[in-house]
């Protein structure tokens, strides 16, 4: 059974930082792209930024030069280091494993 558990959401000061993991269970990790998904209150959810199973990293352009994924294949997990938060990151964020698994999600509040 795959499970992808994340972690580290929460409330910052616009500027501020938050990193979130994600916990992987039920594959083979290392074997596996691993991405982050965003839904904001009232949008569709949206595309964060994606790390292939070699360790290449693509983002969107709103969080590009802000946002790193990373990962740590001896762990099973997959990281996302926040930084120079918005009010419009706000959302809450989930990891993605294509095709087809998601976790349940984290909040991230961001104020102004």
């Known amino acids: 059974q795959v499970q992808l558990v994340e972690s580290g959401g929460g409330s910052v000061q616009a500027g501020g930082s938050l990193r979130l993991s994600c916990a992987v269970s039920?594959?083979?990790?290392?074997?596996?792209?691993t991405g982050w998904y965003r839904q904001a209150p009232g949008k569709q959810r949206e595309w964060v930024a994606y790390?292939?199973?070699?360790?290449?990293?693509n983002y969107a352009d709103s969080v590009k030069g802000r946002f790193t994924i990373s990962r740590d294949n001896a762990k099973n997990t997959v990281s996302l280091q926040m930084n120079s938060l918005k009010p419009e990151d706000t959302a809450v964020y989930y990891c993605h494993v294509p095709t087809d698994y998601w976790g349940k999600g984290t909040l991230v509040t961001v104020s102004s």
């Open positions: 790390i292939s199973s070699g360790g290449v990293t």
């Open positions: 039920g594959i083979i990790f290392r074997l596996s792209g």
